[in-house]
């Protein structure tokens, strides 16, 4: 049994029912009797033909669909169907017309032409009278999809039948009203299904009458309605669906062979109108003109009258206002958002929109080709793949001269344009500019229409307006920068913003370049930039002049808007230059050897000349700017803006030169790592990425090796400029940072620039600024020596110069007669004096000294005329490098090398020398670094106790004479520390020194105040034991009165705990009273713990 067959069988039952209810006397629509059966009729014929089409291709025979549609006729003489059985006889019919009378040949035009005037009817309701609440959404839909069955099945017919229905005076009505429903249900149904099938309906409508004529009269109410659809921000089959039937549409009313359009000019030939379009006047921009849609003067679209005649409705009046209209709508609709819609199918609806009226509706849409170039512009930057198509539909058009002429005055308006379009509010305006000019150079270039005045042109434009806007933003931002700096001076220790401290492969991935016209475009727009130099950079020997002229004299200029201009240059050529396609590498050896290549080698051999003088233009206009951008001290705007676009272009010109640009670093890399000591981060950052590709490119990722390779020029560069105008505070900055990056080598190459700044330290010890900048210099050279030296053991230093110090539990130390003998040989002159002193009744607080005089083994007063006679001067002459021992003859121990550890005692001289100064910053910083010097100077005992013991008397001095709390504690961590390395050396000087406390008013009133407070503190815990304390921290500033008062607390302690049995016992009460309420925990008093004990005991009573 056939499918035919079969179907028959299946659907004859439920037909019969269907005409019994149909055809009786007695039928009513309405009933469920009559839905279910019509329900019934649907399902079985789709579940057949489902069935039916697995097996191959099913046709319904034509007398079937007749049978089957015998009882359904019936339903449409009466004028009471309702909705729901209107939709399942659609969805019926539908299938029929699917498989049955839409096959090719099977269509007659009677049957056409009653359906389709039928259906529309049905579902359009009324001509003028459309509503969609008229009938549900299911009944529409299954309209639309049997008007789009019969059209697709009209073009499946004979090729006469078109012809043949469009003849048809009964037709021509209908098509109107066809149209006009199609349009309504694309505009005003909710579902986006509904919308697509409904415009590719409409879509085939448009092919099947193929008439430019007829369409016409459907344009104004089609393109009027798309314009309502686009708008509506649809989905994205709809917006793809809208722009193929407008395409369609258009390129069918506005063909140029179907209208036989001419062009004709005012003028005698194309050069003549060449010169006319370039030399027109431009428009006033005070105010933003779309001049898309103002055709040129010079050129005069027509359609021939000899055309007319079968054109009747077709014009050159119908023309122009049409156009005109056309315009304004096509304005709307070609403002598609492309990053909303990110599907391709759109992307490609519209491409091949532009394309297809560009291409065939040139003369015709002539007025409207900027703007589809424009949307082409949008495609192509939001997928690049569609670059390489746009070139090719566009480049062998018939009108390919008019096209480039076109293309030119469209670069030329867009230029005059420019710095309105930088300037404006929308963002987009500027990106949406560059990414057009870059498609208009792509095409022209794509038809060999470009020329060197053309792009020379471009790029001054881009300069000039860059520029302007770096200099505005400058400008304004100098301003609140003043305002700002007049609230707030930074010290020199907070302007010192160094670079990272890592520098390896990994640091170079993970940093990252910030936006450079941050505030004035957006990245996108310089994307989009750097994307219009790699298209001008096809063009080299166009550009082989640009400006080079204006750079080199400008030069002798200090005007920092002239440093800009020239930043701005470097940094476009450099993209250029970097982005050059060559038949081969660039090599600078092959500039030399151009002379020897033959002919046939030329063009390839011009390129490179062009590439090399470009590149080392490029190289030398950043170096010489960047030079002049550091002499600056102001921190414009454009001076960072500048800074970091000649880096960039160092950076690009690197890419460019590969291994050969190691003969560029003798005039370059001082500049970078200036750059690196730039108060703004910004610039920092981009110097870092500069390095660190140097180093990657030249030194195997190396920082250390790259600064020790160049040390010398580095050296020579800072050496000159430690005279005259040229020492600024910058100048240690720099250094610091050279010391930071570099390796400990670097350090011991900087002898000379050492020396100099111990020169300047006593020319200009009253600049504290300067002063501040060399100080921060050894700082970090005392950071770079304890990271070579973070093997050794500090703290087991201390402990081992702490057992040779302290003497032992035999008689101070002595181990055998001999010894004993000696000891009293020697020190019997002390013995009598301590026993004629013995009856004396005198406190600590009058002579401590003489009475712990004798514990004192190797008495530092013998030490105190040997520092009154010999200075600690500089040694940085190499007298003393030899490692087997030091001036005194004793045998070197220390780690550090002879050289470095003198050139460290000379710092710690001149940091003596200074540390009188009345700038508290200043000294604040000496003492921390005085603080690191002495563990370092401590590792050769025999030259650290002579340079402790004068260190002593001046850090004590500051500490008794300033009335800074800060200064006092810096000045405790000095002692403490002096102490910790030594330990008994220092008994006598501590003693001094506690007496010397005791006597000071501050001091004595500090230490009074915070006991009251701890004393009244306990006293409210034993009263008050239940209640919960709770302290104000609100505030963040320090508590330099608690503070310093925890600092003296914490030295007394750890010099009773260090000093131990040689503290006089008086003394030692005096101390415990003061730390007793700070910490009572007895453990810490170490050899007075019995003593600490009673004390608090004391103290508890009293309390009570």
Known sequence: MDAAAKLFRAVKPKCVTLAQLTLSENSTTGSIELLNALKDLDST??????????????????????????????????????????????????????????????????LFIQYVTLITFLIGGKPGQFSMKTHSDDTVMNGVLCLQVLLQGCLNQDSTFTSRVLENSKFVPTLGFLVSTLLNIAVESQISAMKAHSLKTLNILFHLIDNGEILSLFFPGSVSSIAKIVTSRPHSNVLSEAFVTLTTLVSSIFSDFDLEVDAESKFNSLDSLRDSIEDSPKENLDFPINTDLQPNSSLVITIPESATSL???????????????????????????????????????????????????????????????????AICFADPTFIPLTIESLVYIPENELLKLLLKKALEDELHKMQYNFSSPDATKAELMIQFIDLLIKILNGMNGIDASMLEKTLSRLQENIALLLEVKSTSDSKKKVHASNKQALSMERKLLLVSSHYDKSTYDGLQKTPLFNGIITKETETALENLFETISENIEQIAHFDMSNIQEGFISSNPNITVHHAVSSWILSHITKNVKTKKPFDPEDYFEIVDDNEANFATGDSLTLLHNLTYFSLETSTQTLKKCSESSTELFSITSSSIMCLRAISNTMDVLGIEFQDELIDLLYPIVECLASSSELIRTEAQIVVLKLANLLYDGSIEKLLSENADYLIDTLSGKLVGECLTPKIPIILSVLVKIGSLDIVAELDDIIRTIFTLLDMYHGYTSLVEG???????????????????????????????????????????????????????????????????????????????????????????????????????????????????????????????????????????????????????????????????????????????????????????????????????????????????????????????????????????????????????????????????????????????????????????????????????????????????????????????????????????
Not at 49 to 54: A, D, G, K
Not at 312 to 337: C, M, P, Y
Not at 352 to 370: A, G, H, N, T, W
């Open 45 to 110: 014929l789709k579940s057949e033909i489902e069935t039916s089409t697995n097996d191959g291709q099913l046709s319904i025979p034509v007398n079937l669909s007749d049978y089957i549609m015998v009882p359904i006729t019936r339903l449409f003489q009466s004028d009471s169907m309702t909705d729901s059985e209107l939709e399942v006889v659609l969805s019926i019919i539908h299938v029929l017309l699917k498989y049955s009378w839409c096959q090719p040949g099977a269509l007659s035009n009677e």
């Open 311 to 377: 054109k009747q409705h077709r014009t050159t009046s119908w023309l122009r206002s049409t156009l005109n209209q056309f315009g304004k709508a096509l304005e709307i609709i070609l403002k598609v958002d492309l990053k909303r819609y990110d599907k391709f199918n759109i992307r490609d609806a519209i491409f091949q929109f532009d394309v297809k009226i560009i291409r065939s509706s040139f003369l015709s849409c002539y007025p409207l080709i900027p703007m589809l170039l424009r949307s082409l512009s």
């Open 774 to 1104: 060399f100080f921060l210099v050894f700082d970090e050279l005392l950071s770079k020596v304890y990271n070579d030296q973070k093997e050794f053991d500090f703290e087991q230093l201390a402990t081992d110069l702490e057992d040779e110090n302290v003497l032992a539990f035999g008689m101070w130390g002595l181990k055998s007669m001999d010894e004993v003998d000696e000891f009293i040989n020697k020190y019997d002159v002390a013995f009598d004096d301590m026993n004629d002193n013995q009856n004396d009744d005198m406190g600590v607080a009058e002579e401590p000294l003489r009475k712990s005089k004798i514990l004192e083994i190797d008495s530092d007063d013998d030490s105190d005329d040997e520092n009154d006679t010999k200075s600690i001067p500089s040694q940085m002459n190499g007298e003393d490098s030899d490692d087997e021992g030091g001036d005194d003859g004793t045998k070197w121990v220390s780690p550090i090398n002879v050289k470095l550890y003198n050139t460290i005692t000379s710092i710690l001289s001149y940091a003596e020398r200074l540390a009188q100064t009345k700038s508290v910053p200043l000294v604040i910083l000496l003492l921390k670094v005085i603080d690191r010097i002495i563990p370092l100077i401590a590792t050769q005992k025999s030259k650290f106790l002579p340079i402790s013991a004068n260190l002593w008397g001046i850090v004590s001095s500051i500490l008794n004479e300033t009335e800074d709390f800060r200064v006092i504690s810096r000045s405790i961590d000095v002692l403490q520390n002096l102490i910790k390395f030594g330990h008994t050396f220092f008994v006598t000087r501590f003693l001094d020194l506690f007496v010397l406390l005791g006597k000071n008013t501050r001091i004595k009133s500090l230490i009074e105040k915070q006991n009251r407070i701890l004393i009244m503190s306990e006293q409210k815990k034993l009263d008050k034991k239940d209640t919960t304390l709770i302290l104000n921290q609100t505030s963040t500033s320090t508590n330099w009165d608690l503070n310093t008062f925890n600092k003296i607390c914490e030295f007394l302690l750890f010099s009773l705990s260090k000093l131990g049995r040689f503290i006089p016992i008086d003394t030692a009460i005096s101390i415990i009273r003061i730390t007793i309420h700070y910490d009572k925990d007895v453990d810490h008093y170490g050899y007075f713990d019995d003593l600490a004990i009673f004390l608090t005991e004391y103290e508890a009573e009293k309390t009570r």
